[in-house]
């Protein structure tokens, strides 16, 4: 909106010709967000806590954890404010990347908005039905990958997925780039979630997440550095890092609050939210296999938990003491906050092996 407004007046007043620089506009949109959540986190869970909408503790999690009974939760709306409002302000809106990235964002929040309100505030023990809300994720996977197929952005590379750490070689999906684009979506809203279970945990893990995809969404839009790389160029998805920074921005200052002992929890509404976000912008970027590494400790705890029931149904025994995995850890001795700390180290590593693919043929 700003840049729609003020970048047309440069002419009038040279200094807005600043708004032509995306690492301009993605640094204040990330303020942006720090101060949406500033100013707006304190209110909101007020307004939690006198609606009494308290996170319902699990009776088979860590007995550690039914102290946080009476946590409010359903502060992914804070999450969602905190990137949407700055992405609206600082984007150009006619950019295919942020429109389908916010679309996406949207969707998976109202579904974990919808899962949120079912279980906090109409007292369904449950909440949304584990289908259901498969099936709104699936859903929107698909009719994006169709999107995608029948009209891709960039033409030439409408199936194509890059191959980590192999520079030139691609693998084409062709007609299955549809059922990629679904699982991609549903596999990580749904891995976010899984990992929101300690304080900042989840959120944290997103933040390196969406840093890493702002240097990789910067790059792949940037002709001269996508030339000097040998990686593929997408026209105008330099934007996505405005997008990713307003995330980065947005889970920094919610981390301010969900930092232990925290003060509010994300809900379903921020965790599917993020989740779709990030498995979006992979799919645009043409990273959906590079998300396994940047993602690495998403996908660990997903893992964890499929590995847990497989062998549970098979054989009566259990791998971990607790899955996700970071209920192992913690039934292993480990503090909560070490286990946070430890798994934002590895996440920094993973992002950084991530952008070091760039440079490798």
């Known amino acids: 909106m700003l840049y729609h407004l003020l970048y047309p007046l440069r002419d009038v007043f040279s200094g807005f010709n600043l708004f032509r620089y995306i690492t301009f506009r993605a640094a204040y949109a990330m303020v942006t967000a720090l101060i949406i959540s500033f100013v707006l986190g304190p209110a909101l869970i007020r307004y939690l806590?006198?609606?009494q909408m308290y996170q319902v503790i699990r009776e088979e999690g860590p007995k550690t954890h039914h102290a946080k009974s009476g946590t409010p939760t359903m502060g992914g709306l804070l999450i969602l404010a905190s990137t949407l409002i700055p992405s609206l302000l600082w984007c150009n809106l006619t950019n295919a990347y942020v429109q389908i990235t916010l679309i996406a964002t949207v969707w998976m929040g109202l579904i974990g908005f919808l899962d949120d309100y079912l279980r906090v505030v109409r007292r369904h023990p449950k909440?949304?039905?584990?289908?259901?809300?498969l099936i709104g994720q699936m859903t929107f996977g698909l009719v994006l990958g169709a999107f995608l197929y029948f009209r891709p952005i960039v033409p030439d590379a409408g199936t194509l997925t890059s191959i980590p750490f192999l520079k030139g070689l691609f693998i084409n999906f062709g007609i299955f780039y549809v059922l990629l684009v679904a699982i991609v979506i549903t596999g990580s809203s749904n891995a976010v979630n899984l990992s929101d279970g300690i304080d900042g945990l989840a959120i944290g893990l997103s933040a390196f997440c969406f840093f890493g995809f702002a240097g990789?969404?910067?790059?792949?839009?940037?002709?001269?550095?996508s030339d000097y790389l040998n990686i593929m160029y997408l026209e105008g998805s330099g934007e996505l890092s405005i997008f990713c920074m307003s995330a980065v921005g947005a889970s920094l200052g919610f981390l301010w609050f969900n930092s232990h002992p925290a003060q509010v929890f994300m809900g379903d509404t921020g965790s599917l939210a993020l989740g779709g976000a990030i498995g979006v912008v992979a799919i645009l970027l043409k990273r959906e296999l590079l998300l396994v590494i940047l993602g690495g400790l998403f996908v660990a705890e997903a893992l964890s938990v499929m590995i847990q029931?497989?062998?549970?149904?098979?054989?009566?025994?259990?791998?971990?003491?607790?899955?996700?995995l970071h209920h192992h850890f913690e039934l292993s001795g480990w503090h909560e906050n070490k286990v946070v700390v430890r798994f934002w180290i590895v996440a920094a590593l993973l992002a950084l092996l991530s952008l070091s693919t760039l440079k490798l043929q």
């Open 216 to 225: 990789l969404s910067y790059l792949s839009g940037h002709r001269g550095f």
């Open 309 to 324: 029931v497989v062998s549970f149904k098979l054989t009566g025994r259990r791998v971990f003491k607790m899955a996700p």
């Open 49 to 51: 806590r006198n609606r």
């Open 127 to 133: 909440g949304l039905v584990g289908r259901y809300k």
